[in-house]
Structure formats: structure tokens, C-alpha cells
């Protein structure tokens, strides 16, 4: 064995990054929220009508698995419950999801907590 061993991105924990709040609307899908500073946001409020704030709505499969990222359960955790939830619909399950977590980290809205043991 190498004295580094690489890390395995199925053993990282996902966090939602407390900058951004969410809610669940009434038809059980997350919103998260995201406000809009910055120069150029603020000439688009000012001119074109940009609101402060805007609302991003998961659909029903991003929604579960944003309800499912707690801090402590690691992708691979987080896939077994959706496949358990969605079945064959996830597929293919590891794909979607490492997409999809990677989509939520590029906008900043998740963390990983990288949990191996030493």
C-alpha cells in the first residue's frame, strides 16, 4: 500500500453550506435560496427588475436527496436510500448522483466532510 491513499468520493460526507436557506414548498419540493448581491446583480434589480433573491426548486429526485445530506451520511449511504426510494428510476444510481452532488458543490450550496480514518 502507498503511504497516501486517494480518497474515495462514496466515503465523503455532503453538508448543506449554511449560506444558503431553504424550505420546502407545499408541494414537498426543496427550494433553495439564494440572494443576489454583487455590483452587476444590483444594476440588474435596479434596471431590468432582477429580484434580490432567487428560488431554486429541486425536482422530487434532487429534493430527496437534499432532505438525505445531514452531515453525517456519506454518498454511498445517501445512494442506497435513493435507490431503496426510486428503484430502477435511479439508474444509473452512482452517475446521477455524483453529478448531481457536484452541481450542488459548484453553486456552493453543499460541503464535504471527507471522513476517512487514518
Known amino acids: 500500500m502507498s503511504k497516501k ?3 474515495n468520493f ?3 460526507v455532503p453538508k448543506h453550506n449554511t449560506l444558503f436557506p431553504y424550505e420546502e ?3 414537498g419540493m ?3 435560496i439564494r440572494k443576489n448581491r454583487g455590483l452587476f446583480n444590483r444594476i440588474a434589480q435596479l434596471f431590468f427588475g432582477k429580484p434580490k433573491t ?3 426548486e429541486l425536482d422530487g429526485f434532487g429534493s430527496f ?3 438525505q445530506i445531514d452531515g453525517k ?3 454511498y449511504e445517501i445512494g442506497k436510500l435513493v435507490k431503496d426510494k426510486f428503484g430502477q428510476e435511479a439508474e444509473p ?3 446521477r448522483l455524483t453529478e448531481f452532488l457536484h452541481i450542488l458543490r459548484s453553486n456552493g450550496f453543499i460541503l464535504y466532510v471527507n471522513l476517512q480514518k487514518k
Open 25 to 27: 414548498n407545499k408541494s
Open 5 to 7: 491513499q486517494k480518497a
Open 54 to 56: 432567487s428560488r431554486i
Open 93 to 95: 444510481l452512482y452517475e
Open 73 to 75: 451520511r456519506d454518498v
Open 10 to 12: 462514496l466515503d465523503y
Open 30 to 32: 426543496i427550494e433553495i
Open 65 to 67: 436527496i437534499w432532505k
